[in-house]
């Protein structure tokens, strides 16, 4: 500490050996302590391993009526290759998270220790996935449901899927690895849910269809498979809170609302693909036809040969004028045409 000759309160001086050392201890204390640290920080880098180890599967004790993944591979040696290869495999057979996971093979398909001792004769407690005679969907869904049974799976039960009967396996693969993420039985999304919607796949080769094949979105964008509070699985409540998701300039509120956009986006867009402009569902202006019949305002020709007749229906789009047909906000916009 120093005293200004022009201020009458003393100054703290930033030289380093100006601040005395508490207790006297001076820089050897830092030293010791930081030796400290490194120390504790080796014996835990070295502990680590050692823990690890004691968690291997050979740690956990085998319960009764289990084989052990051993008697499994003596037979079945591709498959348990194939599988080890696969994230669920490395995590089974070589780093368990709990006993459950350390029965290797007989994590999903029960115990075996009946079937290894027949010889492969007798089925005993196992669950089978595929094969001639696989077991009930209800069986192998339970397996799986043991552990993936929260967040997106957690409206199963009861949902268009599982009510009819369709099981985890028919959409996943444990055995090898077929795509990049979530153990799929097919390279994408799009070819796994393609199995069985064989007519949804193809509408996305059409004309107007949304943007599955460049990757930009894919069938879980707007479903739930596992399970939905909302109709045909959607992953909100309505098929146009869904839409809005994307296309929020839609949503409104509009001063003046067009009913059909309201009520649901389906009524004029086919959301898979369609070969009419915009995905919509028929050509226009026969899809203004559908709701507007003819008033004071032409929609059909009543006289083919007068131009001013014809004009509202040949090569024609009611949306030439009427292009808020979303909704409008203009004061003077209730047939959106501002």
């Known amino acids: 500490m120093v005293r200004s000759p022009f201020l009458s309160t003393p100054i703290l ?16 204390m830092s030293h010791h302590r930081f030796a400290r640290w490194l120390a504790i920080a080796f014996a835990l880098a070295v502990a680590a391993p050692a823990a ?18 051993a008697s499994c591979t003596d037979c079945h040696a591709k498959e348990a290759a194939q599988f080890g290869a696969t994230s669920k495999g490395q995590l089974f057979l070589n780093h368990p998270r709990n006993t459950h996971e350390a029965l290797g093979c007989e994590t999903c398909h029960g115990p075996a220790k009946q079937h290894a001792e027949s010889g492969g004769d007798e089925r005993g407690g196992l669950i089978t996935f595929n094969g001639k005679h696989p077991s009930s969907v209800a069986d192998r ?8 049974e929260k967040t997106a799976r957690m409206l ?15 959409c996943h693969t444990m055995m090898h690895t077929e795509s990049e993420r979530s153990s799929l039985k ?5 070819e796994t849910c393609g199995q069985c919607h064989q007519r949804e796949k193809a509408k996305l080769t059409q004309f107007a269809h949304m943007p599955l094949g460049q990757s930009k979105m894919e069938c879980t964008s707007c479903h739930n498979p596992h399970g939905s509070t909302g109709p045909s699985l959607l992953v909100a ?23 059909p956009v309201v009520e649901n986006c389906a009524n004029c ?24 019949a003819g008033t004071g305002h032409p929609i059909q020709p009543r006289n083919p040969s007068t131009p001013a007749d ?21 004061p003077s916009g209730k047939a959106f045409t501002r």
């Open 269 to 292: 867009h086919d959301p898979h693909g369609s070969n009419h402009d915009k995905m919509l569902i028929m050509s226009r202006p026969r899809l203004c036809q559908q709701c507007h």
């Open 156 to 170: 199963w039960k009861g949902s268009a899927h599982e009510s009819h009967d369709v099981a985890c396996s028919d």
């Open 310 to 330: 014809f004009q509202f229906v040949f090569n024609r789009q009611c949306s030439n004028c009427h292009f808020n047909i979303h909704g409008s906000n203009h």
């Open 237 to 259: 409540s309505s098929i146009n809170e869904v839409c809005y998701a994307c296309h929020a300039d839609k949503r409104g509120p509009y001063l003046w609302e067009h009913e």
């Open 141 to 148: 869904n339970a397996t799986c449901l043991q552990c993936h």
């Open 13 to 28: 001086s930033s030289h380093p050996t100006a601040a005395p050392h508490r207790g006297g201890r001076g820089p050897e």
């Open 186 to 190: 097919k390279p994408s999304v799009t």
């Open 52 to 69: 690890h180890a004691q968690q291997s599967p050979a740690a956990h004790p085998t319960p009764a009526g289990y084989a052990g993944s």
